[in-house]
């Protein structure tokens, strides 16, 4: 690794008592460096977050606004290289170091943590009449009825409102989504716009956990509570006449994410047990990331590959056709052994790739009609309001 020295430089300007959204000012001197982005773990350790600016005197600079509070953060030095600042405080992260970011006064970080536990109450009680899980186990489905699938909406709430919206012109019945609804599952506030902004769109929702929604076994119990899921592991089924819908859960375990264990023994019974034409399963986490494209390849279903396989054949013995992920932040499906593996993750997260490789904003459209599955893929440009279907299937 190349000599770095390093300056880390920490503003914030403050108007009142308390306030959100502080300016805080980074700078890394790194002349022989191409590229550093900050790695945070409010942001799941995303290594191409946050990028810097490099200046002609090889200083690094990058501007944040953010809300009082601690934040654990790493330098990424040209994608690889994880370093710490010198000048900050530095604390350990499931046994690897880290250095922290403190921003505000402890006043400020307290009336924050205050104001984010009314924001967690104030997400419970508008969910209390959000339409979800508790409707769609009682639904009749009719013969013919189609629905939507998305996934990634955190930090884009423009896109992921733009996709409702179109999703309800179709008439859907539910809108599935792959999980990364907010950017962080204790960021209360994010919460509480997110199921805002789905009750607008008046149709009903189930979500599979992504990475982002949940980091502990109580940030998963919360989840449960927020969307009425009956089992508090997050993971659960619903049937739709001829369809049956799989949600699983792949943060079930904390730092490890196969679907193993109790979650593998009830997915068993479950696909054993059903009757349903049409299944279709709903996971954050690909089994077939892209090693040549996206960020994930790295901490995916395939770095488990007795897992993923295992799973794989269940999924084939019990007839399931479709399993529908997120995590990438772009479209992309493969047919594996006769079943389709679709990412779905295109409602808002910043996108992994260019546009010609699926990175852009999308949802699918799964039409039944008379048992008979149709899929369409919606590309949606942001800047023209348009879309147009990029693949059908």
């Excluded at 000012?25 to 799941?44: G, L, N, S, V």
């Excluded at 799973?311 to 932040?329: P, S």
């Amino acid at each position: 690794m190349p000599k770095i020295s390093m300056l880390f430089l920490l503003c914030a300007f403050l108007t009142a008592t308390f306030a959100r959204d502080i300016d805080v000012y980074f700078h890394f001197k790194a002349p022989q460096a191409k590229t550093i982005c900050i790695a945070m773990e409010c942001m799941d350790w995303e290594q191409d977050a946050n990028p810097m600016q490099k200046g002609p005197d090889g200083v690094f600079t990058l501007k944040m606004e953010i809300n009082p509070g601690e934040y654990p953060y790493m330098y990424v030095v040209d994608g690889k290289y994880w370093v710490q600042d010198p000048e900050a405080q530095s604390i350990r992260i499931e046994n690897t170091p880290a250095s922290l970011l403190i921003v505000g006064t402890e006043a400020e970080r307290a009336a924050e943590r205050a104001v984010q536990a009314g924001n967690a109450d104030q997400a419970l009680q508008a969910a209390q009449d959000l339409r979800g899980y508790d409707e769609l186990s009682q639904f009749q489905a009719p013969a013919n009825f189609c629905f939507g699938i998305l996934g990634d909406c955190r930090d884009g709430e423009g896109i992921y409102k733009a996709l409702l919206s179109k999703i309800k012109e179709f008439k859907g019945v539910m809108v599935a989504n792959n999980g990364d609804m907010v950017s962080g599952p204790t960021v209360y506030n994010e919460w509480l716009t997110f199921i805002q902004d789905t009750k607008n769109a008046d149709i009903p929702f189930v979500a599979a956990l992504g990475n982002h929604d949940t980091k502990k076994a109580a940030d998963t119990v919360w989840d449960s509570k927020l969307f009425k899921i009956p089992q508090k592991d997050f993971y659960y089924s619903l049937n739709f006449g001829n369809c049956a819908f799989f949600f699983l859960n792949t943060e079930y375990t904390k730092g490890s994410f196969p679907i193993s264990g109790a979650q593998m023994d009830w997915l068993k019974s479950e696909l054993s047990s059903s009757t349903a034409k049409n299944k279709f399963v709903f996971v954050h986490r690909p089994l077939y990331p892209l090693k040549s494209q996206g960020q994930h390849y790295n901490d995916s279903l395939n770095i488990y590959p007795a897992d993923r396989d295992a799973l794989l054949q269940l999924f084939k013995d019990n007839g399931v056709k479709y399993i529908f992920c997120g995590h990438e932040h772009f479209y992309n499906r493969q047919t594996v052994e006769g079943v389709e593996n679709v990412i779905v993750g295109g409602a808002g997260a910043p996108l992994y790739t260019s546009a010609a490789k699926g990175g852009y904003y999308h949802f699918v459209l799964v039409t039944v009609k008379n048992g008979t599955v149709k899929c369409e893929v919606y590309k949606y440009d942001s800047t023209a309001g348009t879309y147009q279907i990029s693949d059908t299937f």
